[in-house]
Nanobody, 126 residues
Framework: QVQLVESGGGLVQAGGSLSLSCGASGGTFSNFALGWLRQAPGKEREFVAAITRSGAYANYANSVKSRFTISRDNAKNTLYLQMNSLKPEDTAVYYC???????????????????WGQGTQVTVSS
């Protein structure tokens, strides 16, 4: 198990940028594949981006590809999400999530993760 705490959410205008962070404690951070997921009002939680244990590989939902960048710093036990060219449809609560794995897989489904943060609100105004 690992405890996750997101930060960095807020209100931004369309076209702007925002950077999210997720600090981890209670586990060996580098043993976990990580991801960002989000949930908009009235919608199901959806995958945004994922990154392998080492940070060497990442994948993205089509809706955010080329605008968002996921990264991690295993020395600082921190996951990041850089969000550029934000759109009103990016408005959601953003969650970081973790899954302990012996391998180097990427996980693109909400059901893949068993450790979750409390979420941080991102609101993009038009």
């Amino acid at each position: 198990q690992v405890q996750l705490v997101e930060s960095g959410g807020g209100l931004v205008q369309a076209g702007g940028s925002l950077s999210l962070s997720c600090g981890a404690s209670g586990g060996t951070f580098s043993n976990f594949a990580l991801g960002w997921l989000r949930q908009a009002p009235g919608k199901e939680r959806e995958f945004v981006a994922a990154i392998t244990r080492s940070g060497a590989y990442a994948n993205y939902a089509n809706s955010v590809k080329s605008r968002f960048t996921i990264s991690r710093d295993n020395a600082k036990n921190t996951l990041y999400l850089q969000m550029n060219s934000l759109k009103p449809e990016d408005t959601a609560v953003y969650y970081c999530a973790a899954r302990s794995t012996p391998g180097y897989s990427l996980y693109g489904s909400t059901n893949d993760y068993n450790n979750w943060g409390q979420g941080t609100q991102v609101t993009v105004s038009s």
